[in-house]
C-alpha cells in the first residue's frame, strides 16, 4: 500500500483507539507527523509513541535494531518491521541515544522476535499507541510521567511470552557506546527489577526500573548474549536478555507496569508507586489525554483542519522535552554522578537542545507554558551548581557539549528579565558570567577576548562560534544592566560587538581569519566549510550572514545600508547554486535559505527591518506552507526538540523572536484564522485575522487593542497585558 494512503487509514484511526475519545484539541494531534521520509528527505525524526508533558518515560515502537543518526528516535514510518517497544528516546534529534529496556510480546521463547508493522492496524494519539502485531496480539501503550504501561492482548489459547532485552540500545560504534553492567532480578511471582550503566552520548547513564505484571510468571529465563543461564532468578552481564513465560490458560490480557529512575531502584519503586498504582489501563490512557488536552488547550485556534493538524501537532512536539530527570521525590542524578535533591515541590529537567530550542522553543514556553520555563531554569542553574557552568547540551543529566555557544545564557536571561517567578536574578547573572568566563570545550573565552574573534587556526567552527558567542555576551550584558552591574555590562557589551571583526568589507561575508589577522583564502560563500575546516557549524557563508540578532541596525550598516541589505535578501532566498557536498543537515531549501536547519529560521522576518514587511508575510507563508504538512515527512528537517516545531506554532499564529532575549516578536502573516492564548495570568491575548477567499498573505491593515498599529514587532508585555491583535490581508 503506498505511503500516503497508509498513513492516511492511520489518521483515521486516531480518534476511535485505546478505549479513550480523544479531546478538543488532541483530535488535532497526529504523532505520525514527521516519523519518515518521503524520497530522500528528512522528515523531522520523531516517534509516535506515548509520553506525558515533559515525561521521562517516552515508550514508543522501535523499528530499528540498532538506531543511529537518520533514525534517531528509533522509529521509522518507511520501516517495514518492528522488534519491541522501549521507554525512553529523543524526539527530532540528529543524534540517538537511550533507548532502554525493550519489551517485545511474543507466542515463543524463540530468539529475535520481530513483527510486521501494518499501518492500517497502527494508531497513535497524545498518551496513547496501539498496533496489532502479525502474531495476532494487540499492543498498546501510555504513560504517565515515570511509568509506562503496556497492554497485550493475545490470541485465545496460544502460548504466551514477554521478551525483556537490556543489550538494545543505539549502535556500540555510535560514541563507543557499551554497557558497562546490568541486571535483571525476578523479585516476585508478578515482580521485576533491574538496572544498566551504559555510556554513550551521554557520558554515563544509570537507568534503574521496576516492572509489575498483572499475572504469575510461569517461567522466567535469563541470557548474557551467548551465555545462556536459564530459570534464575538474577543475573548481572554487559547484555542481558530474559524471556518471561505466563499460563495460556490463564486470561489473554497482560498488563505491564514499568517505573524508571535515574537514581535507584528503590526510587522507581517509589515512582511507581505514587504514579501508577493501579491496573486500569483505559483510566491511564484517559488521564494523558486529558493532561495533553489540557496544555494544548492553553491556546484556542480556529482555521482549516489540516492547519489545525499541523498546529497542534507542531505544540504537541514542543512540550514532548525537555524531559523530567527527578524521581517523585525530588532526587536526580547530578552532572557530578552524586544523588541530589531538588527543593520540595521542584522538578529537575533534562534534555536540553540548547543551540536550537534557545531560538524559539524557549520564548514559547514564556508564553504558553511559563511555570515549565522557569522549571528548566532553574534546573540549568543546578546543573550550574555542580557543573561550574551552564549546560551546552545536557542529556540525561549530563553535558554532551554537542553545537557551539552556550545557549543556556539567552534561555536564563530571557527567563529573568521576563520576570518568570521562582528564579534568583543574582544567581542567574553568576552562572551566565562563569558559562561566558570559564574556557571549556569549544567556547576558548581566553582566546576571544585576545583577538576580539575566534581564529579559525585555533579553533574550527569559528565563523559560527564567534557569531553565535557575540549575541551570548549581549545577553550578559542586558542582564547585567537590568541588576546594576554597569562594570559587567560594558565588558560583554564590547564583546557583543566582536562579530563585526569577521565582516569582509570587500565580499560581503563572514569570513574566517587566523590569528595573525589573515583572511582564510580561498573562500567560496557556498562552501559548507573550506581548506579542509568548516568555520561554519552546519551551514555555510550566506546561511550565517545573517546571524546578528542582538544588532540588526548594525548588520545593515555593515552591508551598506537598507537598499543594499534587501538586494542580498533577495538574492538569498532565490540562489539555487551549490558548491561541493553540503552539510548533512541542510535541507527545505529555498535558494540558499534552508528551513530544515535553524540558524535560518529568523531570516524572513528580516524584511520587516528594512521597510518591506510584504516580503517577510509573502516568504514566511511560503515556508509555512511548503515546509510543513500532515504526512510522515511532516518536516523539512529534524524536530530538535521541537525547535522546528516551535517556529510553525509562532508563525502560523503571526509573530515570531527574531531576538528571542530582545522581549519584542516581529510580525508576519498569521496562518489561522483566530488563536486565543490562556494566558497564566488569568488574561486572554487573543489574534485574528480577516481575509477575504482569494487574499494573500499580505497585510493590508492591524489594529492592536481596536487601535491602528503600524510597528513590525509587538511587545512581550503586550501580549501578557492580554488584549485583541488584528490583521487585515
Known sequence: MPNKLMFLLSAVMLLSSGGATAGRFTRYVNPFIGTGAVENSLSGNCYPGATMPFGMVQLSPDTQAAPDWDKASGYDYNDSHLCGFSHTRLSGTGACDLIDLLLMPALSADDDQWSAVDHAKETARPGYYGIMLDTGIKAELTATTRAGIHRYTFPVGKPQFLHIDLDHSAPKTSWNRRIIQSQLRMVGPRTIEGYRIITGWAKLRRVYFHMELSRDISSFTIKDGDKDYGQVPVANGAALKAKVGFDSSEPEKLVVKVSLSTTSIENARLNMECEAPGWDFDDYASKADKCWDELLGRVEAVGKEHDLQKFYTALYHAFIQPNTMSDVSGDYTATDYSTRRMPDGETYYSTFSLWDTFRAAHPLYTIIAPER?????????????????????????????????????????????????????????????????????????????????????????????????????????????????????????????????????????????????????????????????????????????????????????????????????????????????????????????????????????????????????????????????????????????????????????????????????????????????????????????????????????????????????????????????????
Open 373 to 729: 520555563n522557569a522549571a528548566f531554569v532553574n534546573s540549568m542553574l543546578a546543573h550550574y551548581d555542580a557543573y561550574g557552568y551552564l549546560p551546552i547540551w545536557s542529556l540525561w543529566g549530563q553535558d554532551n557539549y554537542c553545537m557551539i555557544g552556550n545557549h543556556a545564557i539567552p534561555v536564563v536571561v530571557d527567563a529573568v528579565l521576563k520576570n518568570l517567578p521562582g528564579i534568583d536574578p543574582e544567581r542567574a547573572l553568576n552562572s551566565c558570567v562563569a558559562s561566558a568566563t570559564i574556557n571549556h570545550p569549544g567556547s576558548q573565552f581566553s582566546v576571544w577576548e585576545r583577538y576580539g574573534y575566534m581564529p579559525e587556526d585555533i579553533q574550527s567552527q569559528s565563523v559560527s562560534i564567534t557569531l553565535e558567542q557575540a549575541f551570548d555576551d549581549w545577553c550578559v550584558a542586558q542582564l547585567a544592566r537590568s541588576l546594576g552591574h554597569e562594570e559587567i555590562c560594558q565588558r560583554f557589551t564590547k564583546r557583543s560587538q566582536y562579530y563585526r571583526n569577521l565582516y569582509n568589507k570587500h565580499n560581503g561575508f563572514f569570513q574566517a581569519r587566523t590569528s595573525d589577522g589573515r583572511w582564510m583564502e580561498p573562500f567560496d560563500p557556498l562552501q559548507y566549510g573550506a581548506n579542509g575546516g568548516n568555520p561554519y557549524t552546519e551551514g555555510n557563508a550566506w546561511q550565517y550572514l545573517w546571524y546578528v540578532p542582538h544588532d540588526i541596525d548594525g548588520l545593515v550598516s555593515l552591508m551598506g545600508g537598507r537598499s543594499k541589505f534587501v538586494e542580498r535578501l533577495d538574492t538569498f532566498f532565490t540562489l539555487n547554486a551549490r558548491s561541493g557536498r553540503k552539510n548533512d543537515n541542510a535541507s527545505g531549501f529555498i535558494g540558499q535559505y534552508v528551513h530544515g536547519n535553524e540558524p535560518s529560521h529568523h531570516v524572513a522576518y528580516l524584511y520587516n527591518y528594512v521597510g518591506k514587511p510584504h516580503c517577510a508575510q509573502r516568504m514566511i507563508a511560503r515556508i509555512c506552507k511548503e515546509m510543513y504538512n500532515t504526512s510522515s515527512s511532516g518536516y523539512a528537517g529534524n524536530d530538535d526538540c521541537g525547535e522546528m516545531s516551535s517556529w510553525f506554532v509562532f508563525s502560523a499564529m503571526g509573530f515570531y523572536p527574531v531576538n528571542p532575549v530582545g522581549g519584542d516578536y516581529s510580525l508576519g502573516s498569521p496562518v489561522l484564522d483566530s488563536v486565543t492564548l490562556n494566558l497564566s495570568n488569568g488574561r486572554k491575548f487573543v489574534i485574528k485575522a480577516y481575509r477575504k477567499s482569494s487574499s494573500g498573505p499580505e497585510v493590508k491593515a492591524m489594529r492592536l487593542n481596536g487601535t491602528p498599529y503600524r510597528k513590525h514587532t509587538l511587545a512581550h508585555s503586550d501580549i501578557m497585558n492580554g488584549g485583541t491583535l488584528e490583521f487585515f490581508l
